[in-house]
């Protein structure tokens, strides 16, 4: 409850307004090419963060993992 208020009247992007509405983040990421590595047009490793349940459904390239945890 206090993060929903602590939120109130703060914009929230399409991710967010798909999972409040019943929707998958994933299907977002997924619309969007959302994808983490060394690669062009993808996002830097550390980035991956800030993207709530990317890590299981998106491409990530392989150097963006130490051992088995995410860098």
Do not use: W
């Not at 206090?2 to 998958?24: E, P, V, W, Y």
């Not at 994933?26 to 619309?31: A, H, L, S, V």
């Amino acid at each position: 409850m206090k993060k929903s208020i602590l939120n109130l009247g703060k914009a929230l992007n399409k991710a967010d307004q798909k999972q409040i509405n019943g929707g998958d983040a994933c299907d977002y990421y997924r619309e969007n090419g959302l994808c983490f590595g060394p690669v062009p047009g993808c996002l830097h490793c550390d980035q991956i963060e800030g993207y709530p349940g990317a890590i299981g459904c998106v491409l990530i390239h392989s150097d963006c993992f130490k051992g088995t945890e995410p860098l």
